[in-house]
């Protein structure tokens, strides 16, 4: 809508102001003497406040819709920075559940006792997340496509998390193979989920 007020209003001030010189030219080659011409010279004061209040709210027309594209622009430049940030942490997050990816094997042999593996990426888990906090009332704000892409991510990621600490927390109790499959198969959907919001900033 903005977008095409810009030219509508410059189109209403040149029909204007062509059409007001292609009566003066009319007026110059017939010598003064056309009638109609006559009855608008008389008219011209009212006809010069019309042409000044048509130019002026054709000129407000085009600085309000430049002024409101540039707030809209530097709106979208924000946010993209605020993405762009939040991504440097879920980095960091992705990096641990790369780490994690190696446990399963530990976690199957595991009966009773923690492998030191799984105590360092369950500590490595267990770390605030300030930028995603900061971060989602912005997003929510201007209903950003993207947001639930981090939403996605760092959901997942905190379930794990959870997870993850309440196995060490009972000391590493032997777990099924049908629930070891169930949370491995939900670290690959975060790490996928992080790869989509990757992908969405780089391609940017």
């Keep these: 809508m903005r977008a095409v007020m810009i030219p509508t209003a410059i189109l209403i001030v040149a029909l204007v102001i062509v059409a007001l010189s292609a009566l003066i030219v009319v007026d110059i080659r017939t010598g003064g003497d056309n009638p109609q011409l006559g ?5 011209q004061t009212l006809i010069g406040t019309m042409l000044g209040f048509v130019t002026g709210a054709g000129i407000l027309a085009i600085s309000t819709a430049i002024s409101a594209e540039t707030e809209q622009a530097r709106k979208a430049d924000e946010l993209r920075r605020v993405g762009e940030a939040l991504l440097v942490e879920a980095s960091t997050l992705n990096e641990v559940l790369k780490r994690a990816e190696g446990l399963q094997a530990k976690i199957d042999s595991a009966n009773g006792s923690c492998p030191s593996q799984v105590l360092d990426i369950n500590a490595s888990m267990a770390r605030d997340t300030p930028m995603f906090d900061a971060a989602v009332p912005h997003f929510v ?24 600490a309440s196995y060490v927390s009972h000391g590493c109790p032997p777990v099924s193979p049908g629930t070891a499959v169930s949370v491995f198969e939900k670290l690959a959907s975060a790490r996928k989920a992080f790869d989509v919001i990757e992908a969405h900033y780089r391609k940017g």
């Excluded at 009855?39 to 008219?43: G, K, M, V």
């Excluded at 939403?151 to 379930?159: L, P, R, S």
């Design 39 to 43: 009855l608008l010279r008389q008219w």
């Design 141 to 164: 704000a201007v209903g950003a496509p993207n947001l639930s892409l981090f939403v996605g991510f760092y959901a997942t990621y905190g379930e794990l998390r959870r997870n993850l």
